[in-house]
């Protein structure tokens, strides 16, 4: 059993490093991607669609894969909007380890309300959810509405476009690095 385990820890790394590799982008496909999942996002959402329209930065993450076995991880490629244009291309990596089975892919848009939590990030070293800004990660409601105390947070996230089953749904502990393109 032990045996098993291990041979499923090595499998499961040995694909998590290949991830990003594979997954590098251009930034003509980061941005094509970018601009789907926003759609993706608006037609889900009317508030999402006004939340966005009034932040000072999005930080879009089109496709994020997660994978996990007890240990897991996650990889996606983004880009930082400001006033529509991209103002840069990040990555998002996390690893975790307990109770997780599985594999998806998501799509994740982090909102910046303030200047105050958008310089934050810009200035940052590798941002890190949940220790240098809390996520507040919005639910819908009826009609694709959010939770109104949600809506007054500095840094909103949203979570969308689920394919494949994993259990465990959070952006905290997520490191959001700049990248070249």
């Known amino acids: ?76 490629e983004g880009a930082l909007l400001r006033g529509g244009k991209t103002q840069g291309y990040y990555n998002l990596v996390s690893a975790s380890l307990g109770l997780q089975f599985g594999a998806q892919m998501k799509s994740e848009v982090i909102l910046f309300m303030t200047q105050k939590a958008m310089n934050k990030f810009l200035y940052s070293d590798g941002w890190e959810a949940g220790v240098d800004g809390s996520v507040a990660v919005a639910t819908f409601g009826a009609g694709g509405e959010i939770d109104s105390h949600t809506a007054q947070q500095p840094i909103i996230g949203f979570i969308f476009s689920n394919k494949g089953l994993m259990y465990n749904l959070t952006i905290e502990g997520a490191k959001i690095s700049k990248i070249d393109r």
Do not use: D
């Not at 759609?39 to 006004?50: A, E, H, N, T």
């Open 1 to 76: 059993m032990l045996r098993k385990l291990q041979l499923t820890f090595l499998l499961l790394l040995s694909v998590m490093l290949m991830i990003p590799s594979a997954q590098a982008a251009s930034r003509q496909e980061i941005n094509a991607k970018v601009q789907e999942a926003l759609s993706q996002l608006y037609k889900s959402s009317s508030s999402g669609k006004r939340l966005t329209q009034k932040a000072v930065g999005v930080l879009v993450f089109p496709e994020v894969i997660k994978a996990g076995f007890g240990i897991g991880g996650e990889y996606g």
